[in-house]
């Protein structure tokens, strides 16, 4: 599959290079004068992106935080504050209303990615890229986004013009992907040749369809709100530990099971576990973590998050399972 596209692997990137030729290539298609805008998730991804366009266009990039709802907590706070450290000014769009009601009572997994690359795109960014002067869209999509949507595995948020889609004719603006050649573990070294703090160029990848993607079935506010805090929970212990994940998230099931909390019956939430041991997301394993640290994500979920009566943890490996739920 890779054979079609142009990879650079992480052993022959010359990150002082490709910055450089990165930041001529952006100059170049935005043209003098002209603006772009950048969607930035604060994901090691997009914020390189970022940072490339903004030491290519400087003050003539508009860097845009959409608030969909589906974050996690704080999410947006600590980014605008990161890139405030980094001389960036980031606007955070609210667009929560938009995303819920595009999710209202889809069920399906690619429908639900659809919708939210429908609203991403074709609503929200649509209405900020036409009341600016900008008519480009920087993206960081990466070689795997591409490989899994052209694969049919899933169909990753911002894949268009590799699944024969014009993002020009579909949504009125064009878009530049500059990380289309490398993959995660390439991306994390160009975040650190640009000085990207550990904490952008270390943080684990999160998905464009953000807690969306980690909840089954319908996604309401009151289910992200559940998986939402679960993530909190699990992030903050895993983060404690020397487990060299990959990536780890807790997943809110849609079937229901009977428990019982002070004598009573209570039939409540499943919250399922997954933690990845990966180089690239290709494939994965189960991380082995400790039967220590099991149990205690598993005590707090149960009884710290309101209405969650089990918590399990998924051993399969990817494939013939996927990292995210969804
Ligand atoms: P899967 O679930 O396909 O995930 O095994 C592989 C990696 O990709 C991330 N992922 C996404 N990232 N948009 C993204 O930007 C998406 O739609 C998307 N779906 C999955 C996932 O978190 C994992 O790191």
Not at 78 to 91: C, H, M
Not at 114 to 133: D, G, L, M, P, W
Not at 183 to 203: C, F, S, T
Not at 241 to 270: C, P, S, W
């Amino acid at each position: 599959m890779s054979k079609l596209f142009k990879e650079i692997k992480v052993s022959d990137l010359d990150s002082e290079k490709f910055i450089e030729k990165k930041k001529k290539e952006i100059s170049k298609i935005v043209g003098k004068d002209r603006k772009a805008i950048v969607a930035l998730s604060g994901g090691v991804d997009s914020s390189v992106v970022t940072m490339l366009g903004h030491k290519a266009l400087s003050n003539r990039l508009e860097v845009c935080f959409v608030d969909n709802g589906l974050m996690r907590k704080n999410e947006s706070d600590e980014v605008v504050s990161i890139f405030k450290e980094l001389g960036v000014t980031v606007e955070v769009i609210d667009a929560k209303k938009e995303f819920f009601t595009a999710l209202k009572g889809v069920s399906d997994p690619e429908q639900k990615r659809e919708a939210i690359t429908q609203t991403f795109y074709k609503n929200v960014f649509r209405k900020v890229i036409e009341s600016s002067e900008a008519r480009y869209l920087l993206q960081g999509t990466i070689l795997t986004d591409i490989e899994e949507t052209v694969a049919g595995i899933k169909r990753q948020h911002n894949v268009f013009e590799q699944i024969g889609i014009d993002p020009k004719k579909a949504f009125g603006y064009k878009i530049i992907e500059p990380l289309i050649e490398i993959r995660k573990d390439g991306v994390r070294k160009i975040a650190k040749a640009l000085g990207l703090p550990k904490e952008i160029y270390n943080r684990m990848p999160f998905p464009g369809p953000a807690l969306a993607a980690r909840v089954i079935d319908e996604v309401t506010s009151e289910k992200i709100e559940i998986v939402r805090e679960a993530t909190t929970i699990l992030e903050g212990e895993l983060e404690l530990e020397d487990t060299g994940a990959f990536q780890y998230m807790a997943i809110l099931h849609e079937d229901k099971v009977t428990g019982m909390r002070n004598g009573k019956r209570d039939f409540g939430y499943q919250i399922e576990i997954r933690c990845w041991d990966s180089i690239d997301a290709r494939v994965a394993t189960p991380t082995e973590l400790s039967w220590d640290i099991l149990k205690r994500l598993s005590k707090r979920i149960a009884t710290e998050v309101p209405g969650v009566v089990s918590v399990t943890y998924n051993i399969t490996t990817k494939p013939p399972s996927t990292m995210e739920a969804i």
